[in-house]
């Protein structure tokens, strides 16, 4: 059997198993009744298990989450064999027999094949929002605040230090390369743009 089986069962349980609804079904912290609105909850998958501040951000758009504390982006598949330590294909059977979906014909004892199909899957996935795509938005982000003076003065400036050192740091003095990979500044970058506009929401409630 080829990766192609394990493959189509990624792609499925991604086009049919809302991550909402697992994420739900675990016991975390989302609303079912969301719909496609992105949501913040606390993930138990780093460190001590206890997350005091959301550090994980729901994307139903692409039927995915992104936990900032751990830095991986999870699809229903990789939620539930993180969260209850099975294998990949114990994964696709409990979320195809809970969604009332058939099996493809797949050996369910064929786990390093899964795993390399994930594997795969998974990195397509995170690469789907580059550095440079990071730099655009955190940039255009804080050239917004900086016009519109929404921040105080100091609090701005640290914003765009923590912007520039994780430029610096992927890119280099000289732009031939720094000492981070790009990855890396990508999960730095997208998390001060959480940061911030976790920031600009608190200021509108206080507003409203």
């Known amino acids: 059997m080829s990766n192609n089986r394990a493959r189509a069962s990624v792609e499925r349980i991604r086009e049919k198993v809302p991550i909402i609804q697992v994420l739900a079904a675990l016991g975390y912290d989302v609303r079912e009744d969301g719909g496609d609105r992105e949501q913040q909850f606390?993930?138990?998958?780093h460190g001590t298990g206890h997350d005091n501040k959301p550090s994980a951000r729901v994307y139903p758009d692409s039927n995915t989450w992104y936990c900032f504390a751990c830095g991986i982006t999870r699809d229903a598949i990789e939620t539930l064999r993180t969260?209850?330590?099975?294998?990949?294909?114990?994964?696709?059977?409990?979320?195809?027999?809970?969604?009332?979906?058939?099996?493809?014909?797949?050996?369910?004892?064929?786990?390093?094949?899964?795993?390399?199909?994930?594997?795969?899957?998974?990195?397509?996935?995170?690469?789907?929002?580059?550095?440079d795509d990071e730099v655009k938005r955190v940039k255009a982000l804080l050239d917004g605040l900086t016009t519109d003076r929404e921040l105080p003065l100091?609090?701005?400036?640290?914003?765009?230090?923590?912007?520039?050192?994780?430029f610096y740091h992927v890119r280099g003095p000289h732009g031939d390369g720094g000492v981070w990979h790009e990855a890396k500044g990508r999960q730095v970058l997208a998390a001060l743009r959480e940061r911030i506009l976790d920031i600009l929401k608190d200021l509108q409630a206080e507003l409203e």
């Open 42 to 45: 606390r993930c138990d998958l």
């Open 83 to 131: 969260k209850q330590g099975i294998g990949f294909w114990q994964a696709v059977k409990i979320l195809e027999q809970s969604n009332g979906l058939d099996p493809l014909p797949v050996d369910y004892g064929a786990d390093e094949r899964g795993e390399t199909a994930l594997h795969e899957m998974q990195e397509q996935l995170d690469q789907r929002v580059t550095f």
């Open 154 to 166: 100091e609090r701005l400036l640290s914003f765009w230090e923590a912007f520039d050192k994780a």
